[in-house]
């Protein structure tokens, strides 16, 4: 070993980070991607959707491919796949390329964070304080995630969020050389080759249910804010920092509560809390996504943090244990994306048509000239045919205003009155969504209630 | 405390904090925040008070929206959009599958219609309704369409025309 712990530790980390914020950095962007694509939502979805169907895929053989290959050389190897997947996936023009870098960049990313949690134990020096470090680190970059992507996308453009993972996956995998090499000038490739013991199944099902959850709270949040409201995704990306800036403050609340049981079970309550929250917002008001967004991340610190530790407590080897993890919790994103994804664009349309009703209900109930309201009908009917199939933001429509007081103001009422159906519409779109989110997160409390092993 | 322990009441808690949660947006309004429920067109809709010539030929236009829609099967709302512009009418009618003729006859019915709510309404006298009600029922189509997006032209002409006779018959007839 020639490298200084700490720069280690911090690469490593910096790995783990990396590739588990990549299942939901893109979050944010996927509006974006989905214009300048000229895709449909239901494909855009596959970029989340792929990305996180072949890590739950590839997680657990990574993990035995690094203990076969050395952890050190399937970590480097890991980053340098993905770091040039990374640079196909900016480059990407087509969907379908994307979508096909994005699969490549989870091969590399299973092998890279699996294999660091073998590497860990040895240059933290203890099992325990290596699963919390990798636990944390994954959850960091995971909780993070969206409000970079958010940033990247809005300052620069979806490709930047790809393109600048290409020196951070490198630079990550610098220090990490090192052990690579050390492992192939002795030609020892783990620390220790006992075999695999069976994974914490109730822990594993308990994740994948939450994390079905928890991708539904992030996912549908986004769309509602940026196709729903229509904030930017630097807006949308500063209101859905709330959710992981109270995960990282919960994961650091000392409750002095032993049982991972009820640790478990509190966040799992927390986040089907929240997201029913979200499903039954009294109105259109970005504040109104705050105390159900508080609720999914402290939710989400307490029983990730609890069922990963019970997951691997005990066992070994440590990478085989954790690839389980990645591989249960990916598996519930992509259950998660897949079985709400119809439902709630079949939803979004439909409510699209009662809010277009609605608001030509008001146009034509309202009191201004009726050679206005046929011009206003008109313009509207223009807007929404301009904005194919999403919900419109209906102001420019009323462009230019009336110069007589009394009209105007007629018009402005107006104005307001037919973007609050418009609101109400793409609000209401959400909620079924949402509330079979916290129906998936009350479901995880069964195995989390079932494990018998389960207290730590 | 004691009885359920720490790990007891952080589940206890977190049940209250979702419960609370969840309650207060639905006292709020949670459970209705959608777009409001367009009224069915085959039922009748109340005028307002009509005022001048412009009301009386905005809820002219509204009663033949509602006739015309009520034939066609669709809403008032969805009929408004159709009609607004040829490129929006053509799309109308190729989404529903109704043709030409088809939308005449129906426009024609829902002028009709209005014809008689604005009769019913006190707005138009019988001795103008019925003349009024033959006029529309031989319309063509665009014209038809001009009378539903605008019925003042046609209620002005009515009244110059018909308004001085009406106060003849009014004069002489008990």
């Not at chain 1, 640079?87 to 979508?99: M, N, Y």
């Not at chain 1, 609101?423 to 989110?437: I, V």
């Amino acid at each position: 070993m020639t490298e200084a712990p700490r720069p280690r530790v911090a690469a490593l980390a910096l790995a783990v980070g990396l590739v588990l914020a990549d299942s939901s950095i893109v979050v944010l962007a996927l509006p974006e991607i989905y214009r300048e694509l000229g895709t449909s939502v239901a494909g855009v979805t596959w970029v989340l959707v792929s990305f996180n169907l072949v890590m739950a895929l590839a997680a657990v053989p990574a993990a035995h491919l690094a203990r076969r290959v050395g952890p050190g050389r399937a970590a480097a190897v890991g980053l340098a796949v993905f770091a040039g997947a990374s640079l196909a996936c900016g480059a990407s023009e087509h969907l379908s390329t994307l979508i096909a870098a994005r699969c490549v960049q989870a091969l590399g990313g299973a092998a890279a964070v699996t294999a660091v949690l073998e590497l860990l134990p040895a240059t933290v020096g203890s099992e325990r304080r290596a699963t919390a470090a990798w636990a944390a680190a994954g959850a960091t970059g995971a909780a993070l995630g969206p409000a970079v992507g958010g940033l990247l996308t809005e300052l620069v453009s979806w490709q930047s969020i790809f393109l600048l993972q290409v020196p951070v996956a490198i630079a990550a995998a610098v220090p990490i050389l090192a052990v690579a090499k050390h492992e192939a000038a002795t030609g020892i490739v783990a620390t220790e080759l006992r075999r695999s013991g069976r994974p914490h199944l109730m822990a594993n099902l308990a994740l994948a249910m939450v994390s079905a959850a928890i991708a539904a709270a992030l996912f549908l949040l986004v769309l509602l804010l940026i196709e729903g409201w229509r904030l930017t995704p630097i807006g949308a990306a500063i209101v859905v920092s709330a959710m992981p800036l109270f995960a990282i403050l919960g994961s650091r609340l000392d409750l002095h509560v032993p049982s991972a049981r009820a640790r478990a079970a509190a966040g799992a309550i927390l986040v089907s809390g929240g997201l029913a929250g979200l499903g039954l917002l009294p109105s259109a008001e970005v504040a109104l996504t705050l105390p159900p967004q508080i609720l999914v991340g402290v939710g989400l610190a307490l029983v990730l943090s609890a069922l990963t530790e019970t997951a691997l407590h005990g066992r070994a080897p440590q990478a085989i244990h954790g690839g389980w993890t990645i591989s249960a919790r990916h598996a519930g994103v992509v259950v998660g994306l897949l079985a709400l994804t119809p439902i709630f664009t079949a939803d979004i349309a439909e409510q699209r048509r009662d809010a277009i009703a609605a608001g030509t209900a008001v146009v034509l109930d309202s009191r201004v000239d009726p050679l206005l309201k046929l011009e206003l009908a008109q313009r509207i009917d223009d807007r929404l045919e301009e904005e194919r199939g999403r919900v419109p933001t209906i102001g420019s429509a009323f462009e230019p205003l009336p110069e007589d007081p009394e009209d105007r103001a007629e018009v402005v009422e107006l104005r307001d009155d037919l973007q609050e159906q418009l609101n109400r519409g793409a609000t209401h779109a959400f909620s079924p969504s949402f509330g079979l989110g916290a129906l998936l997160g009350l479901l995880a409390l069964i195995p989390i209630g079932l494990a018998r092993r389960i207290e730590l | 405390m004691s009885a359920l322990g720490r790990g007891g009441w952080l589940v206890v808690g977190a049940i209250a904090v979702s419960v609370a949660l969840s309650g207060a947006y639905l006292a709020a309004g949670g459970s209705s925040y959608a777009p409001a429920k367009t009224q069915d067109p085959c039922q009748d809709r109340p005028w307002r008070d009509p005022g001048s010539l412009q009301e009386i030929a905005e809820q002219f236009s509204l009663s033949a929206l509602d006739g015309a829609a009520c034939r066609l099967g669709v809403t008032r709302e969805t009929l408004a959009r159709a009609l607004a512009t040829p490129e929006s009418r053509e799309r109308f009618t190729e989404r529903y599958g109704i043709d030409d003729p088809e939308l005449a006859r129906a426009i024609r019915a829902g002028l009709v219609r209005a014809v008689d709510d604005a009769e019913e309404a006190g707005a138009l006298s019988p001795f103008l309704a019925g003349p009024l009600r033959e006029t529309v029922k031989q319309v063509p189509l665009d014209q038809a369409i001009a009378l539903i997006q605008d019925a003042r032209t046609l209620l002005d002409s009515a009244q110059s025309f018909l308004g001085p006779a009406q106060g003849l018959l009014d004069q002489f007839l008990p």
